[in-house]
């Protein structure tokens, strides 16, 4: 194998070709990361669950305890919760303002991830590896949501950066690393809980470990001071929100969404021992290609990972150290979900970026690993060009369908021209191409799924939820309530504005009830269940809207001579009118205290 060499760049060191990669990193996550970022509608159930978080946080005034639908919820901390309401001031209240974070992170991230790069991998290794981060699918569709994934592995990601550089460094500087490290890791538990705190050492811990460096490096990272400074950051809110909820927030948050998240299976998100894999070679397309060249360049290096290594031969044995803690750790959980890889996907960049130099540079033609390149490519490409040729079929069975028009098969053919084109210049030692035909791949088939493949989409699966919701914004009263049957959709409570009361699966006898406490009642339920809700005497059919209907306790002719049920104006919500008392008097419980 031809050795790659890497021209390091000094700290600091800037040229103006350097800028201009900057410049163009950035331009290019803008462009993808943003780019009707708030065109849709919030996809249930995580989006508006933290959406509406934020909204009650800012309605109440209660800046310690989350609440969801106007009861306490304690599935994650509170740092993503303060950051979605900066900008919900900034932007006002809506799906732009909710996804802001995401993407904003997303470019930061890229970023992060070329300056970062740059002395180990050189100039032309961390491009490849900002550009795998940006364009992958992973990253696609996490930097597009409103959830807190995104920002988990930004502050996660400074935390193993920092820590690297200080393990490297001599002198005043590694302590500058240190407590950058130290502070990251404190604002990632505030993120997402222990998980913030737990990956990391498990992460520095193998590494050290297989480095044979633990026992000098406990008294170099200083864990002591560390300790302390993260305990100033992460406790205080802890320990505030315990006081204030007691047990019910230790057993919600510690117990339910974490332990029993880890050691079984929630909402019957489960798979086999081996369910990351094809999700991180899927997910990290088409970049997942230089994975088998990195794999053998690290068994390679197997005789002396505690001998001496190059800067770039130990930044590769960490990034495998951070890919296979993070790999092992989930694969181990009883609940597994996709995004539970992402926190490894900065790992797999700098990976990419490593063996990326080599395998598409100008000798990428006799590279060891160019052969399983153009295999993983081509086998991942070729089952992604068959799966769209076929959805049609399969959207428009639906009921209601989804209609896409040709755009599945535009994307099917860039999926395949992509990748040839890309297989073709390796081949040919014609690195810059096979980038730039990788790159645009997957910049095309993104822009093209934002614009015309997810809209449709949301038209069946979220606009008849937000339609009903937003109806009962506008027309149910103070005495009136806003009942969900059966239904699972957060999105009712924050398009809404209001509480809404869920009732369960045959338990159709609180209809009695709630219509004896209420003026009127609104009930949505899916189409499915509107046998059952026939079944119950008082209610009415309002509408039928895809796969969702809305009931009413009053008939169609009563619900006013002249009013019109449904706007086609799509609304948006603004800061303004959500501090007035009349908006929402029956939301609030006694112990949230009046809007303020």
């Known amino acids: 194998m031809r050795e790659v060499k890497v021209a390091t760049v000094p700290v600091g060191g800037w040229s103006g070709r350097q800028r201009s990669v900057a410049v163009f990193l950035i331009l290019l996550s803008l462009i993808l990361f943003f780019y009707r970022l708030g065109s849709l509608s919030l996809f249930d159930a995580d989006e508006p669950a933290f959406a509406e978080v934020t909204r009650e946080m800012l309605l109440s005034g209660d800046w310690l305890t989350p609440y969801f639908n106007f009861e306490p919820r304690f599935d994650k901390p509170i740092l993503f919760y303060w950051l ?34 740059r002395r180990a991998l ?15 699918i992973g990253t696609a569709i996490l930097a597009r ?30 302590l500058g690393y240190l407590r950058v490290a130290y502070l990251t890791m404190a604002l990632s538990v505030l993120t997402k809980g222990p998980i913030g705190l737990l990956l990391p050492l498990l992460i520095i811990g193998l590494f050290l470990v297989v480095r044979g460096r633990l026992r000098t490096a406990l008294v170099r990272l200083r ?17 505030a929100v315990l006081r204030e909820n007691g047990w019910d927030f230790f057993i919600g948050f510690f117990v339910k969404h974490h332990l029993v998240r880890y050691a079984g299976v929630v909402s019957g998100n489960t798979g086999a021992p081996y369910y990351f894999l094809p999700v991180v070679v899927l997910a990290f397309f088409p970049w997942s290609g230089i994975l088998p060249k990195a794999l053998g360049d690290l068994w390679g290096t197997r005789t002396r990972l505690r001998g001496e290594l190059t800067l770039r031969e130990e930044l590769v044995l960490f990034a495998w150290m951070w890919f296979g803690v993070v790999f092992v750790f989930f694969s181990l959980s009883g609940t597994k979900l996709p995004s539970y890889i992402f926190p490894s996907f900065p790992a797999l960049s700098l990976l990419a970026g490593a063996e990326g130099e080599g395998l598409l540079g100008e000798w990428g033609r006799a590279e060891r690993g160019g052969r399983a390149f153009d295999w993983v490519i081509a086998g991942i490409a070729g089952p992604l060009a068959i799966g769209l040729c076929a959805a049609p079929l399969v959207t428009g069975a639906l009921r209601p369908p989804i209609h896409l028009g040709a755009v599945p098969y535009v994307l099917a053919a860039v999926f395949l021209i ?24 997957m910049v095309l088939n993104i822009l093209l799924a934002v614009h015309f493949v997810v809209p449709p989409i949301q038209e ?126 029956r939301c609030l419980p006694a112990d949230v205290g009046e809007p303020v």
């Not at 050189?122 to 992958?136: D, Q």
């Open 418 to 441: 992509g990748p040839l084109l890309a297989v073709l210049a390796r081949r040919r030692g014609r690195g810059n191409l096979t980038l730039a035909a990788l790159a645009a791949m």
């Open 84 to 117: 979605m309401a900066l900008a919900y001031k900034s932007f006002g209240i809506g799906e732009f303002a909710a996804r802001f974070w995401s993407a904003a992170f997303a470019t930061g991230l890229v970023l992060s991830i070329y300056l970062f790069g």
């Open 145 to 174: 949501v409103a959830v807190t994934d995104m920002t988990l592995v930004f502050f996660m990601t400074w935390t193993l950066f920092s820590f690297f550089a200080a393990y490297r460094a001599t002198g005043t500087a590694r």
């Open 223 to 239: 864990p002591l001071a560390g300790l302390g400074l993260f305990s100033v950051i992460a406790l205080p809110w802890y320990l």
């Open 122 to 136: 050189g100039p032309r290794g961390a491009f490849i590896a900002a550009l795998a981060f940006t364009t992958n």
């Open 460 to 585: 069946s699966q979220q606009r008849p939820l937000r339609d009903f919701a937003e109806a009962a914004a506008r027309h149910l009263g103070p005495d009136d309530l806003l009942v969900s049957y059966d239904l699972n959709a957060p999105s009712l409570v924050f398009y809404a504005r209001r509480q809404v009361i869920k009732v369960r699966k045959c338990e159709q006898a609180k209809f009695r009830e709630l219509g004896a406490s209420a003026r009127r009642l609104f009930i949505i339920a899916r189409a499915s269940a509107e046998s059952q809700l026939r079944g119950v005497p008082d209610i009415f059919p309002l509408d039928r809207r895809g796969r969702y209907v809305l009931y009413s306790s009053r008939p169609s002719d009563e619900i006013g001579a002249g009013e019109q049920l449904f706007s086609n104006r799509s609304s948006r919500h603004s800061l303004r009118p959500l501090w007035r008392s009349d908006i929402m008097p």
